[in-house]
């Protein structure tokens, strides 16, 4: 197929509703990863795992996304998308029908790293979002689509905690898998075909990813950057339901609404969309590396209102890594637009380890530390991204000097 034929991007309009539409399944696509955090010590007695196995559940989740990131989404400069994304999804719903169902703890283990793997869909759906958008409106399109995937990752906790409370954790399962067949149809329906110009064997495009690494210096650099921000990001919200439940004396359910403030941070991404259209990248970005760096601050203002703080936290935080991973996505979708979905992938590998590693080590600085710890640990991280991005910059300047 051509890249001018009917069927190509080229000749489909990107229209407001598909935006909406294509962030609405971008954020419960990703959902998935994340509806077991908050029950898991429901899951495991279940299932026969032990409470210290429980931790399992979360973390092959998250290793099974970062395998799809790597292995999967690269095929979506190879194959055709739209065929690719359908096929996911159906692995995904079987794989959260196989949850909902199994009594043995291995299979739900093995599922478990399933439901990641074949979540990565929503990152063929970004790129396939950008190759449609015209230039001059590609970062206010991407930030859209942002905004519904941030709003399934913050939604999708306090959403499973009270459907698990109210109806048992299966059903959490259930839903989704459910959620996940109509997404397919949606997808099927509306999403146009794309049949990349790309002739490398499998083989050689996972290949071409240390090609790309090596020959992208802006992508390294926004990956790291993001990478930082990620950290912070899941540190953060690892952390926050120990410090609320035990010092603040916050149950389940309030923490549940707590975790819906952060989702006003949701609307950073058109913002940031917005902004670099504009051309204000390189101030949006310094701005969201500079004030995550200082958002951990508000809960120490006074005691008496240090939930309040916390959740100032949250919601700048939440902000500013949602505005820095547009802005980088923008920036890196310009490098080159026949490698879009690998650039993607080789961005949101990095993102996801960083996030992995920031989730990791939340509960041992907690324990030792207390919350303190946490805000020292959570803003050197940004604060590393922001120094790293002002020697990047002054490089550049000297260069073009």
Known sequence: ?????????????????????????????????????????????????????????VSLTQIGYALGLFFLVPLGDLLENRRLMILTTVVAIASLLAAAFTDRPNVFLLVSLLVGFSSVSVQVLIPLAAHLAPEESRGRVVGGIMGGLLLGILLARPISSVVADHFGWRAMFMIAAALMAAISIVLALTVPKRQPDHSAS??????????????????????????????????????????????????????????????????????????????????????????????????FIHPLYSVIGLAVTGVVLDFCVQMNMVLGQR????????????????????????GAFGSSIASAVYEHGGWLWVVIIGSAFPLMALLSFLSASKKHSLATA
């Open 1 to 57: 197929m051509s890249a001018h034929s009917p069927t190509s991007p080229a000749s489909t309009s990107l229209t407001r509703g598909m935006v909406l539409l294509f962030a609405f399944c971008c954020g419960a696509i990703v959902a998935n990863i994340y509806y077991a955090q908050p029950i898991i010590e429901l899951i495991a007695p279940d299932v026969g795992l032990s409470s210290t196995m429980a931790s399992l559940i």
């Open 202 to 299: 499998y083989g050689q495009l996972l290949g071409s990813l240390g090609t790309l690494l090596r020959q992208q210096p802006l992508l390294r650099q926004r990956a790291f950057y993001q990478a930082c921000m990620f950290a912070t990001f899941s540190l953060f919200w690892t952390a926050v339901p120990l410090e609320l439940s035990r010092n603040h004396g916050l149950s389940q359910t309030e923490i549940a609404l707590f975790a819906l403030v952060g989702a006003i941070g949701a609307i950073a991404a058109p913002i940031a969309g917005r902004l670099a259209d504009a051309g204000h990248t390189r101030i949006a970005s310094l701005l969201a590396m500079l004030l995550a760096s200082l958002s951990f601050l508000p809960a």
């Open 331 to 354: 920036t890196i979708y310009a490098l080159d637009a026949k490698s879009r979905s690998r650039l993607n992938a080789l961005y949101m590998t990095s993102i996801f380890v960083g």
